[in-house]
T-cell receptor
Framework: AQRVTQPEKLLSVFKGAPVELKCNYSYSGSPELFWYVQYSRQRLQLLLRHISRESIKGFTADLNKGETSFHLKKPFAQEEDSAMYYCALSGPGGGADGLTFGKGTHLIIQP | DAGVTQSPTHLIKTRGQQVTLRCSPKSGHDTVSWYQQALGQGPQFIFQYYEEEERQRGNFPDRFSGHQFPNYSSELNVNALLLGDSALYLC?????????????FGSGTQLSVL
């Protein structure tokens, strides 16, 4: 069964410090990995996908198949990064197999 | 574009009752997925509708059923409500022609079962 683990429920860092939100997954195949974010009083929204290898709002994430990880990183945290972050996984292809989400990490950026 | 809209925003029911939640997808989207989010948990996939058919289903009992209409809007029905069904129910839409995995979420319906 596919599973996503986010070991930290809460992560607090100071503004300007580096941020790393951990995500580990379990999947017998080649998954697609995503990071979704929910800012205060806003809807859950897609932050980035590993396939597109893009950097959004200064965040990057690299898929490490050997360690089955997809950690989210940002070199210098900003106060507006405070939010709930969810790592999600899907099987490849066009199958409608839904996304499997982790339990989320609440990121707090202190001034 | 109002994005994904869900109704109602809040709902209180008692055990054994039935409930219907509604969702209108983002303009141009043809695929609707439903997720259940319990307190302190991530969203959990219930099912997905495309072309008015249920295409895939997560690990949820038959008490959970749905429907998609020709205008792509969707309903989630839950029968014989249990206390454990209390959760935030999220609807997400996507465009299967582009990338169905790029989900746009609604604000959710908070269901409380007493």
């Amino acid at each position: 069964a596919q599973r996503v683990t986010q070991p930290e429920k809460l992560l607090s860092v100071f503004k300007g410090a580096p941020v790393e939100l951990k995500c580990n997954y379990s999947y017998s195949g080649s998954p697609e990995l995503f990071w979704y974010v929910q800012y205060s009083r806003q809807r859950l929204q897609l932050l980035l996908r590993h396939i597109s290898r893009e950097s959004i709002k200064g965040f990057t994430a690299d898929l490490n198949k050997g360690e089955t990880s997809f950690h989210l990183k940002k070199p210098f945290a900003q106060e507006e990064d405070s939010a709930m972050y969810y790592c999600a996984l899907s099987g490849p292809g066009g199958g409608a197999d839904g996304l499997t989400f982790g339990k989320g990490t609440h990121l707090i950026i202190q001034p | 574009d109002a994005g994904v809209t869900q109704s109602p925003t809040h709902l209180i029911k008692t055990r054994g009752q039935q409930v219907t939640l509604r969702c209108s997808p983002k303009s141009g989207h043809d695929t609707v997925s439903w997720y259940q989010q319990a307190l302190g948990q991530g969203p959990q996939f219930i099912f997905q509708y495309y072309e008015e058919e249920e295409r895939q289903r997560g690990n949820f009992p038959d008490r959970f059923s749905g429907h998609q209409f020709p205008n792509y809007s969707s309903e989630l029905n839950v029968n014989a409500l249990l206390l454990g069904d209390s959760a935030l129910y999220l609807c997400a839409s996507s465009d299967k022609r582009v990338n169905w995995k790029k989900l746009f979420f609604g604000s959710g319906t908070q269901l409380s079962v007493l």
